[in-house]
């Protein structure tokens, strides 16, 4: 590129990106505007301001504005703002005609927007012109009737002028074209400030018939109380009812009739009205009808007909529940118990017989676990409440026949037979429906019912019968053997209940053997045997070497002798042999640790040190982790303790010292050598410096 002189010039050069990766903050344009504002970096100086002194540069000044308007205007004429620029401008210069002039030829441009009139209208009036003003505002409402701007302008210009006439002309203009209702009520209003109370019924009547909605046939209404019309207000209520007719019944007319009876203390009538609008209009929509009817019963009714309201109102809620879902339980439930409140017998039989009528549909037991309860609740009532104790044993026996006992039961059925038949003083008629029970379904809570029915009773021998019958359907049950063993110990025969404790150890199977073997040796304690206490010990110790076994030992060989513990240690050491054969460190330093705390209340300083010097070193160690599949999965630390007694942990603890020491011995050399080196490169330094002197002393 060349330029006039001839030279070339060169162009800038640009400099390239190198890194193209982005910025970790991240600047918007928002942010780059935000931050010029903050520091006023687009800060325009004003305009100077122009003093004008003569006429002449006061035209001039005009002249400029009007062309710079006009050309404005020129090239956007359906811009408003520019016109009412204008023309304000123009008021004020006092231009008066030229203002209304431009506000003229505004509305030659868009005559429908609404704000090139209330600018025209408010400048006539700010300027006093009235009559101009009126002027504006008839043309603006009979161009744009809809626009309620202009009436509610108009008006109120009319009576800030006492011009009352003159507005109430202007609103019945506007209520020709049927206005929506707020028009309406500031009419009303515009009348109750002048007393004019026959006008404003007038008004309102035209309003209802224009709007017919509950909301305004009740604001007609108040408004009649509100003057102390009640006979009015009343037949504007009985009105509103008859143009609703019962295709269009809505409950806020009855809740506004009702209440406005209330206050005038006509209960009777508003006990009728609400009755009147209960029994017409559907209930998903009488909610807070029934709300206002119950508390202006619990106010002004007696007992029977505030709990008529509440029993109706739930009485219905619960019968469109369980119509919609009749395995819901739940509900049936709860409108059962209505019913019982109420005491209506016929009426809670019938409710029960359609609720046990809904079977589940599966034949899961988790399904019938809800419904069983009808059963329940349905024999209790014959019983307790109808005392029908005939028709109680029918709804036991028909349960019964319902359930599928092949594939389940429900032991509190039978049970609650059983007891009921006990109650009616059948003893006979009892046993067999438990012996029944536990011939068809047995089941551990039926023995149990059974037994405890029969010790109750102190039949001790059917206790025993039942006891080993129990033990055969399951004899691997531990708390079996311990209750009839316990059965026998309370009952005095040792010996029996012995015998049971060895018969239950002796089980191939046992569930909770732990249970059995301490239940047993608690036996053995309270009689006081303690040398057979000590064997079972030692045949537990044979069977399982559990350190919690050992440290009950113990415990039991000093609490039988606290003056002299040395039986006690003896068994912690041998405790200590075997848990150190069997190598189960955990459960090692576990009973190390409560021979410390035995030797720290019993022992003297010797035992004390000897049982110190058996305690472990905990170490932190690595190992390989391996997935289900066998692929290593990588390294684990865990912590392990090292005995002082393992001979099998001696080469390596051995090894690791020495590891140690070497590495103590290294460390050492590095620092010897160091400081060597140090002293090397000082007397060389010195050795240097010597010679330099030497040379230098020659040369002199």
Same mark, same amino acid.
């Given at each position: 590129?060349?330029?006039?002189?001839?030279?070339?010039?060169?162009?800038?050069?640009?400099?390239?990106?190198?890194?193209?990766?982005?910025?970790?903050?991240?600047?918007?344009?928002?942010?780059?505007?935000?931050?010029?504002?903050?520091?006023?970096?687009?800060?325009?100086?004003?305009?100077?301001?122009?003093?004008?002194?003569?006429?002449?540069?006061?035209?001039?000044?005009?002249?400029?504005?009007?062309?710079?308007?006009?050309?404005?205007?020129?090239?956007?004429?359906?811009?408003?703002?520019? $016109?009412? &620029? =204008?023309?304000?401008? /123009?008021?004020?210069?006092? !231009?008066?005609? *030229? #203002?209304? %002039?431009?506000? +003229? @030829?505004?509305?030659?441009?868009?005559?429908?927007?609404?704000?090139?009139?209330?600018?025209?209208?408010?400048?006539?009036?700010?300027?006093?012109?009235?009559?101009?003003?009126?002027?504006?505002?008839?043309?603006?409402?009979?161009?744009?009737?809809?626009?309620?701007?202009?009436?509610?302008?108009?008006?109120?210009?009319?009576?800030?002028?006492?011009?009352?006439?003159?507005?109430?002309?202007?609103?019945?203009?506007?209520?020709?074209?049927?206005?929506?209702?707020?028009? $309406?009520? &500031? =009419?009303?209003?515009? /009348?109750?400030?002048?007393? !004019?109370?026959? *006008? #404003?019924? %007038?008004?309102? +009547? @035209?309003?209802?018939?224009?709007?017919?909605?509950?909301?305004?046939?009740?604001?007609?209404?108040?408004?009649?109380?509100?003057?102390?019309?009640?006979?009015?207000?009343?037949?504007?209520?009985?009105?509103?009812?008859?143009?609703?007719?019962?295709?269009?019944?809505?409950?806020?007319?009855?809740?506004?009739?009702?209440?406005?009876?209330?206050?005038?203390?006509?209960?009777?009538?508003?006990?009728?009205?609400?009755?009147?609008?209960?029994?017409?209009?559907?209930?998903?929509?009488?909610?807070?009808?029934?709300?206002?009817?119950?508390?202006? !019963?619990?106010?002004?009714?007696?007992?029977?007909?505030?709990?008529?309201?509440?029993?109706?109102?739930?009485?219905?809620?619960?019968?469109?529940?369980?119509?919609?879902?009749?395995?819901?339980?739940?509900?049936?439930?709860?409108?059962?118990?209505?019913?019982?409140?109420?005491?209506?017998?016929?009426?809670?039989?019938?409710?029960?017989?359609?609720?046990?009528?809904?079977?589940?549909?599966?034949?899961?037991?988790?399904?019938?676990?809800?419904?069983?309860?009808?059963?329940?609740?349905?024999?209790?009532?014959?019983?307790?409440?109808?005392?029908?104790?005939?028709?109680?044993?029918?709804?036991?026996?028909?349960?019964?026949?319902?359930?599928?006992?092949?594939?389940?039961?429900?032991?509190?059925?039978?049970?609650?037979?059983?007891?009921?038949?006990?109650?009616?003083?059948?003893?006979?008629?009892?046993?067999?429906?438990?012996?029944?029970?536990?011939?068809?379904?047995?089941?551990?809570?039926?023995?149990?019912?059974?037994?405890?029915?029969?010790?109750?009773?102190?039949?001790?021998?059917?206790?025993?019968?039942?006891?080993?019958?129990?033990?055969?359907?399951?004899?691997?049950?531990?708390?079996?053997?311990?209750?009839?063993?316990?059965?026998?110990?309370?009952?005095?025969?040792?010996?029996?209940?012995?015998?049971?404790?060895?018969?239950?150890?002796?089980?191939?199977?046992?569930?909770?053997?732990?249970?059995?073997?301490?239940?047993?040796?608690?036996?053995?304690?309270?009689?006081?045997?303690?040398?057979?206490?000590?064997?079972?010990?030692?045949?537990?110790?044979?069977?399982?070497?559990?350190?919690?076994?050992?440290?009950?030992?113990?415990?039991?060989?000093?609490?039988?002798?606290?003056?002299?513990?040395?039986?006690?240690?003896?068994?912690?050491?041998?405790?200590?042999?075997?848990?150190?054969?069997?190598?189960?460190?955990?459960?090692?330093?576990?009973?190390?640790?409560?021979?410390?705390?035995?030797?720290?209340?019993?022992?003297?300083?010797?035992?004390?040190?000897?049982?110190?010097?058996?305690?472990?070193?905990?170490?932190?160690?690595?190992?390989?982790?391996?997935?289900?599949?066998?692929?290593?999965?990588?390294?684990?630390?865990?912590?392990?303790?090292?005995?002082?007694?393992?001979?099998?942990?001696?080469?390596?603890?051995?090894?690791?010292?020495?590891?140690?020491?070497?590495?103590?011995?290294?460390?050492?050399?590095?620092?010897?050598?160091?400081?060597?080196?140090?002293?090397?490169?000082?007397?060389?330094?010195?050795?240097?410096?010597?010679?330099?002197?030497?040379?230098?002393?020659?040369?002199?």
């Amino acid at each position: 590129m060349t330029s006039e002189g001839g030279t070339k010039s060169k162009m800038p050069k640009v400099s390239k990106v190198k890194n193209k990766t982005p910025a970790e903050i991240q600047i918007t344009a928002e942010q780059l505007i935000r931050e010029a504002k903050e520091r006023d970096l687009e800060i325009v100086a004003p305009p100077p301001k122009q003093k004008i002194s003569d006429p002449d540069e006061l035209a001039e000044y005009k002249l400029r504005k009007r062309k710079a308007f006009e050309d404005a205007i020129r090239r956007n004429r359906s811009l408003v703002s520019n $016109w009412i &620029t =204008y023309a304000q401008w /123009e008021e004020s210069q006092h !231009e008066i005609q *030229r #203002a209304r %002039s431009v506000f +003229e @030829r505004a509305l030659d441009v868009d005559h429908r927007t609404i704000t090139i009139w209330l600018k025209y209208a408010e400048m006539e009036m700010k300027n006093k012109q009235i009559n101009f003003a009126r002027n504006i505002w008839d043309r603006a409402v009979t161009i744009l009737p809809r626009a309620n701007q202009f009436w509610y302008k108009y008006t109120y210009m009319e009576e800030m002028l006492a011009n009352i006439a003159g507005a109430r002309q202007v609103f019945e203009r506007w209520m020709e074209w049927q206005p929506e209702e707020q028009p $309406w009520l &500031t =009419y009303i209003k515009f /009348e109750l400030r002048y007393k !004019e109370l026959d *006008r #404003a019924r %007038s008004i309102y +009547e @035209r309003f209802v018939l224009v709007h017919p909605e509950v909301k305004n046939w009740t604001k007609y209404a108040k408004f009649e109380q509100q003057h102390s019309y009640i006979s009015s207000a009343r037949r504007i209520y009985e009105r509103a009812v008859e143009f609703f007719g019962e295709d269009n019944m809505d409950e806020r007319l009855f809740l506004g009739f009702a209440k406005f009876e209330e206050n005038q203390k006509e209960h009777e009538r508003a006990r009728a009205i609400y009755k009147y609008a209960l029994e017409h209009i559907e209930k998903e929509k009488a909610q807070e009808l029934f709300k206002s009817y119950t508390i202006h !019963e619990k106010k002004f009714g007696d007992r029977e007909a505030i709990e008529d309201v509440i029993v109706s109102k739930r009485r219905y809620q619960y019968e469109e529940e369980v119509k919609s879902n009749p395995h819901n339980y739940d509900a049936w439930f709860d409108y059962l118990r209505l019913f019982e409140n109420d005491g209506n017998i016929d009426g809670t039989r019938e409710v029960y017989e359609r609720a046990i009528a809904n079977i589940p549909p599966s034949p899961e037991k988790r399904f019938w676990r809800r419904y069983i309860y009808l059963w329940i609740n349905y024999a209790l009532f014959e019983e307790l409440e109808a005392e029908e104790p005939e028709k109680t044993r029918q709804v036991y026996k028909a349960c019964l026949d319902l359930l599928p006992h092949k594939r389940f039961t429900f032991a509190k059925i039978w049970l609650l037979y059983g007891q009921f038949e006990i109650r009616q003083r059948e003893l006979q008629a009892a046993r067999r429906i438990m012996g029944t029970a536990i011939g068809r379904c047995p089941k551990d809570k039926l023995f149990r019912g059974y037994i405890d029915l029969e010790i109750q009773l102190r039949e001790f021998e059917r206790c025993r019968i039942l006891y080993e019958k129990f033990l055969e359907f399951g004899p691997e049950n531990c708390t079996t053997w311990i209750k009839f063993a316990e059965l026998e110990a309370i009952l005095g025969d040792q010996e029996r209940a012995r015998a049971i404790y060895e018969l239950a150890i002796n089980q191939p199977r046992l569930d909770m053997p732990e249970v059995l073997w301490k239940s047993y040796i608690d036996f053995e304690i309270e009689g006081e045997e303690f040398d057979r206490t000590r064997a079972l010990y030692r045949r537990l110790l044979e069977r399982t070497h559990h350190v919690k076994v050992w440290i009950s030992f113990a415990q039991f060989e000093l609490s039988i002798n606290p003056e002299s513990p040395t039986a006690c240690r003896a068994i912690y050491k041998e405790a200590n042999k075997a848990l150190k054969i069997s190598d189960e460190k955990e459960e090692r330093m576990m009973l190390l640790e409560t021979w410390k705390e035995f030797e720290g209340e019993h022992g003297d300083e010797n035992s004390q040190e000897e049982v110190s010097k058996l305690m472990p070193k905990r170490v932190k160690k690595r190992r390989k982790v391996q997935t289900e599949d066998g692929t290593d999965a990588g390294w684990e630390e865990y912590f392990d303790y090292i005995f002082p007694s393992d001979e099998a942990t001696l080469p390596n603890l051995k090894l690791l010292a020495m590891a140690k020491a070497w590495k103590k011995q290294g460390a050492s050399e590095q620092t010897t050598a160091a400081t060597v080196a140090a002293g090397a490169e000082k007397s060389t330094a010195a050795a240097v410096a010597t010679s330099d002197g030497d040379d230098g002393a020659e040369g002199v």
